[in-house]
């Protein structure tokens, strides 16, 4: 059975530091991606890494995947509170567009 | 493109009842998939459609539960009879695999309470 884990699971941090999220997840993919759902709301797109070393940015957000280590990383630079929200990375491990969903990341922004 | 759209947005019902998610796709998606998000279970996948098959229900809860995708621009989730437990948000998605790995893009969800 495919596990996706992420951490920290709860993330309180200040405006204008940097933190990354962490997802790992137990069998080999190079399919993985990042969504971010504000409460309330749907999950809305954020990145999607194909292949080992693929780095993708948006803004204050870098995403990354190692696919040996089976590790993702989101990395937040100089957070601002509208970055506040719950982030979900999720994993295509058998390329048959069946996604598994870690636990997901609540980040607050602190002004 | 409008997005995914889902209806009713919220829903109410009995335990006992039958309950009926409706879900339109984005035009031209050949994927379509059923989540349930709680908090105790997280993001769940129910089951998911390629060109108005089923592919995988095996993340549908029991035999209380249904699906249905009768063309490329509708489908339902069905629930009888419903019960509390039942009680979640059920998202609908869909995708267009043009390439390796695609995006699945979401709607804005089914808020669904049993009592």
């Known amino acids: 059975e495919l596990k996706v884990e992420q951490n920290p699971l709860f993330l309180s941090m200040q405006e204008g530091k940097n933190y990354t999220i962490y997802c790992n997840y137990s069998?080999?993919?190079?399919?993985l991606y990042w969504y971010r759902q504000d409460p309330g709301k749907s999950l809305e797109s954020l990145f999607v890494?194909?292949?080992?070393?693929a780095v993708k940015q948006e803004g204050r957000l870098m995403a990354s995947l190692d696919t040996k280590a089976r590790l993702s990383t989101l990395h937040i630079t100089a957070a601002v509170h509208d970055l506040s929200a719950t982030y979900f990375c999720?994993?295509?491990?058998?390329?048959?567009?069946?996604?598994?969903f870690g636990t997901g990341t609540r980040l607050t922004i602190i002004p | 493109d409008a997005g995914v759209i889902q209806s009713p947005r919220h829903e109410v019902t009995e335990m006992g009842q039958e309950v009926t998610l409706r879900c339109k796709p984005i035009?031209?998606?050949?994927?379509l998939f059923w989540y349930r998000q709680t908090m105790m279970r997280g993001l769940e996948l129910l089951i998911y459609?390629?060109?108005?098959?089923?592919?995988?229900d095996s993340g549908m809860p029991e035999d209380r539960f249904s699906a249905k995708m009768p063309n490329a621009s509708f489908s339902t989730l069905k629930i009888q009879p419903s019960e509390p437990r039942d009680s979640a948000v059920y998202f609908c998605?869909?995708?267009?695999?043009?390439?390796?790995?695609?995006?699945?893009?979401f709607g804005p969800g089914t808020r669904l309470t049993v009592t």
């Open positions: 999720a994993v295509d491990a058998f390329g048959n567009e069946k996604l598994t």
């Open positions: 069998t080999t993919s190079d399919r």
């Open positions: 035009s031209g998606h050949d994927y």
């Open positions: 998605a869909s995708s267009l695999v043009y390439r390796l790995g695609s995006e699945q893009y």
């Open positions: 459609f390629n060109n108005n098959v089923p592919i995988d």
């Open positions: 890494l194909l292949s080992n070393g």
